[in-house]
């Protein structure tokens, strides 16, 4: 199962932005485990999103690093949560182009 978990963060990291997190879900979708294991896979994901809130409160602490895997996770099990994260990778990655363009030096 740890075997899966990093072929398949390997293979995110490779896709294309704007796409990673729909073929992401395509890729799970295809495999064949059952049940219990799509529960697992989705109460981690809710476990490390509420721990990730919990710790973001604290100061100091980037609770925004449990966040976002538990999202991914998430999204391998549900398209419309994929097809979202794919949106704001897309919007985020425009907005820090922005942002690097305002503060290059001229």
């Known amino acids: 199962m740890i075997k899966k978990f990093k072929q398949g963060y ?7 932005p704007g796409h990673r997190f ?3 879900h395509k890729r799970w979708k295809g495999s064949n485990e059952g049940t219990a294991v799509a529960i697992a896979i989705i109460i981690s994901a ?6 990730g809130a919990v710790l973001s409160l604290v100061p100091g602490i980037p609770g925004i690093l449990l966040g976002l895997p538990g999202l991914v996770m998430i999204a391998t099990r ?4 994929a097809v979202w994260l794919d949106w704001i990778e897309l919007n985020c990655r425009k907005i820090a182009q922005k942002f690097r363009r305002r503060r290059a030096p001229h």
Do not use: G
């Open 46 to 51: 809710i476990l490390l999103i509420m721990t």
């Open 78 to 81: 549900f398209r419309r949560v």
């Open 10 to 16: 390997r293979q995110i990291t490779e896709d294309e």
């Open 22 to 24: 729909l073929n992401a």
